[in-house]
């Protein structure tokens, strides 16, 4: 089975902190995916990445930025959290044929 | 711009009832995703349409694609309790290269009273 797994499923932090969420996936996938999710707004792409080093802006990437120094891993970097950023955040990992999602990070920030 | 709408966003029926969520898409695509989503967990992958009058069932659940009408239809058939849940659709982006890109629609709330 495929696996995603995301660092941290709840997430309080505080305005101005840096904030690092990470998403590893087991099955040798190159492109990876970060979202966030709010309520009836559905699914908005940030950032993703088809290869090691590789980044691509998505729909939403302003406040963001994001980190692929190995194939398994995509860090999502929030410089200097802000209020507006309070999300759930999904990964995800494609082969091509799927999406494969993590389990979310629900982040504060107060 | 490729654009992916669900409806009804929200869907509150009995159990026992049959009902079908749509989801339309503006431009031409080569796949169509389902996905489940329980409240406070990731999303689930339900079925993946890849072509015209692809047909998948799975238990209740039955989703089809029309990509000439470029409409997917995920049908419940005499709902239960269990199968209350956000349901998302997602389209391929289109003219993808290396990528794998996917447009979600805002995905619809189903409530099933017992």
């Known amino acids: 089975d495929v696996k995603v797994t995301q660092s941290s499923r709840y997430l309080v932090k505080r305005t101005g902190e840096k904030v690092f969420l990470e998403c590893v996936q087991d099955?040798?996938?190159?492109?990876m995916f970060w979202y966030r999710q709010d309520p009836g707004l559905g699914l908005r792409l940030i950032y993703f990445?088809?290869?090691?080093?590789?980044?691509e802006k998505g729909d939403i990437p302003e406040g963001y930025s994001v980190s692929r120094e190995k194939k398994e891993r995509f860090s999502l970097i929030l410089e200097s959290a802000s209020t507006n950023q309070t999300s759930m955040y999904l990964c995800?990992?494609?082969?091509?044929?799927?999406?494969?999602f993590g389990p979310g990070t629900r982040l504060t920030v107060t | 711009e490729l654009k992916v709408e669900q409806n009804p966003l929200f869907l509150s029926m009995q159990e026992g009832k049959n009902y079908t969520i749509y989801c339309n898409y503006s431009?031409?695509?080569?796949?169509l995703y389902w996905y489940r989503q329980d409240p406070g967990k990731s999303l689930e992958s339900l079925f993946v349409?890849?072509?015209?009058?692809a047909v998948k069932q799975e238990g209740r659940l039955m989703a089809s694609l029309d990509t000439k009408a470029r409409l997917s239809t995920l049908h419940i058939t005499a709902a239960v309790h269990d199968l209350s849940a956000t349901y998302f659709c997602?389209?391929?982006?289109?003219?993808?290269?290396?990528?794998?890109?996917?447009?979600f629609g805002k995905g619809t709330r189903l409530h099933i009273l017992p």
């Open positions: 431009t031409t695509s080569d796949r």
């Open positions: 995800a990992s494609s082969n091509y044929y799927e999406q494969y």
């Open positions: 997602a389209v391929d982006a289109p003219n993808q290269s290396r990528d794998d890109k996917i447009i």
């Open positions: 349409l890849l072509s015209n009058g």
């Open positions: 099955m040798d996938h190159e492109n």
């Open positions: 990445s088809y290869d090691v080093k590789m980044k």
